[in-house]
């Protein structure tokens, strides 16, 4: 009972993040290169429509080193971190945060995949101007 609770809780908290961002009206380039740093192979996938996460990607890097590089290219920017979400399951972590700069929002969501390999993938929260 305890293991449906803590998939249910995971899977409001993914899907607020995503209806969060929905339709969001990005800023022009504004954040394009912001991660950056953080690839190493493969490209991420990038959807500029607002309908969905802004890039999405896998990471060549530990769940604890993605999450620290994150947030500290986060803080460099300005960002400060409002608020988290942490799961632990079979083993693997997740993250959900909210990152906040005067009246811009970033969400970010980790997961760990593998062995030294995380999914990784932001957005831009947007407010309905």
Avoid at 93 to 113: A, G, T
Wanted: net charge positive; charged share 25%.
């Amino acid at each position: 009972m305890k293991m449906l609770d803590a998939r249910r809780k995971l899977a409001i908290a993914a899907w607020a993040a995503a209806w969060l961002i929905w339709g969001a009206a990005l800023p022009a380039d504004e954040y394009t290169n912001l991660f950056t740093p953080m690839w190493l192979g493969n490209p991420p996938k990038e959807e500029r429509s607002g309908k969905g996460w802004r890039q999405s990607g896998l990471l060549q890097k530990t769940f604890d080193v993605a999450d620290r590089q994150i947030s500290q290219i986060l803080r460099d920017h300005g960002f400060v971190e409002k608020n988290h979400t942490e799961k632990t399951k079979d083993m693997k972590k997740s993250k959900i945060s909210l990152w906040s700069r005067n009246r811009q929002q970033i969400i970010v969501m980790l997961m760990e995949q593998g062995i030294g390999e995380t999914l990784f993938s932001w957005g831009v929260v947007t407010h309905g101007n």
